[in-house]
């Protein structure tokens, strides 16, 4: 019998300090004790759920954040440590962990190699530390370029880059200039994020007064990135997502194709065993949930089971994220039914505009459609 796989997520959420646009489940100045009580509740979280998960093989590990790497490196070692002793991680397995540059030394980046970290995925956002400020990081183009540089020499042979266009004060000419830098170093995958300004946040109170760049501006951003980054050997996979050939980040392609995976901290969600989750976003409900046991509602923020008929519906919007979209005849083997006789109508319009490709063996939004996905999806799916 062929072993299920399945990709585990781990959340830290304590970062140096807050990004003016970040919405994430992230804290900055935690002390030690708040930080060893989060971690303690972590790994006792993973340990509660492992015996539903005997039968699987771990093929990708993703710790994010927050910022991983401000917890110093002993403890991070040990909650990979607690992970190994819970699950069944294959030797083969994707294992990423976020760092933000200037927080990780040669001997914590060589001790990430030791407990068998692969990929690091690094937050550069900008190569103008002017637009850096801007955002909020605390970071410089130098630190990020030394941090690149110390996880190459410690053996990290795959290396994601995060950019972002939309900046405060941005021009089309300052991101081609941080396309040419991240492709300069050679990562083998770039995702360009355009901003967003999330209620919340500060970014948010201050749209009206930030130097923002205008839609059209923001729109040939894109357009650009998609265009360099393909020139230079990159494949647009995802919206948002370029990898250089066999480097497509396994573990994100988990939620795009539909595949379970189990999320431990607070925010992270999980789908697994035919259940949607995901957790309360707050640290501390999160903590006292996982040490009163760990089960229902005071750790769910959100629960739903999987009908045949919200698969079906996040099978379309996830797949469609996806450059390589639907295939029609996977879609029948799952669905029982033609795709086009639900969707064929629906998409015609978007078809017409240049939006949607929908032929005889697949439908894939195009480039222009990536760019108003949310648009799309929400006029034809069922919600
Ligand atoms: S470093 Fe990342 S997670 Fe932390 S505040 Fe900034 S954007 Fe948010």
């Not at 355009?194 to 040939?220: C, I, M, R």
């Not at 750790?299 to 469609?320: G, I, K, N, Q």
């Amino acid at each position: 019998m062929e072993n299920k796989t399945l990709g585990i997520y781990l959340h830290i959420p304590f970062c140096l300090s807050k990004c003016g646009y970040c919405d994430f489940c992230s804290v900055a100045g935690s002390d030690k004790r708040t930080k060893n009580r989060y971690l303690s509740a972590l790994s006792k979280n993973m340990t509660q759920i492992s015996r539903q998960a005997e039968d699987y093989l771990v093929d990708s590990v993703f710790i994010g954040g927050g910022t991983p790497t401000v917890l110093p490196p002993q403890q991070l070692k040990k909650l990979i440590d607690d992970l190994y002793r819970a699950y069944f991680v294959v030797e083969s397995a994707e294992f990423t962990v976020e760092a933000n540059p200037a927080t990780v030394s040669k001997k914590y980046a060589e001790l990430l190699v030791a407990s068998g970290v692969n990929r690091v995925s690094i937050g550069l956002q900008s190569a103008d530390d002017g637009e850096l400020r801007a955002l909020g990081r605390i970071h410089s183009v130098k630190d990020f370029e030394e941090s690149y540089h110390i996880f190459r020499s410690a053996g990290i042979e795959n290396i994601n880059v995060d950019l972002m266009y939309g900046i405060p004060g941005q021009t089309t000419e300052s991101f081609l200039n941080t396309l040419k830098y991240a492709v300069s170093l050679g990562p083998e995958h770039i995702s360009a994020y355009g901003l967003q300004l999330e209620p919340g946040t500060p970014f948010f109170e201050q749209k009206d007064t930030l130097a923002l760049p205008d839609e059209d501006t923001e729109y040939s951003m894109y357009c650009y990135a998609e265009e360099y980054l393909q020139e230079n050997g990159y494949e647009h996979y995802e919206i948002s997502n370029y990898a250089k050939p066999g480097k497509r980040c396994r573990h994100n392609l988990k939620y795009w194709n539909c595949e379970p995976y189990l999320g431990f901290g607070a925010s992270a969600h999980s789908d697994f065993g035919g259940w949607r989750y995901g957790y309360v976003a707050d640290l501390k409900r999160y903590v006292d949930a996982v040490e009163a046991g760990g089960a229902g509602d005071r750790l769910c923020a959100e629960r739903a089971v999987h009908t045949p008929s919200s698969f079906e519906t996040d099978y379309v919007m996830l797949r469609l994220r996806l450059c390589d979209g639907i295939d029609k005849k996977i879609y029948e083997a799952l669905f029982g039914r033609p795709f086009d006789s639900k969707y064929a109508e629906r998409l015609r319009p978007f078809e017409a505009g240049g939006f949607v490709q929908n032929d005889e063996t697949s439908c894939r939004l195009t480039t222009d459609g990536m760019y108003v996905s949310n648009t799309i999806l929400s006029s034809i799916l069922d919600f």
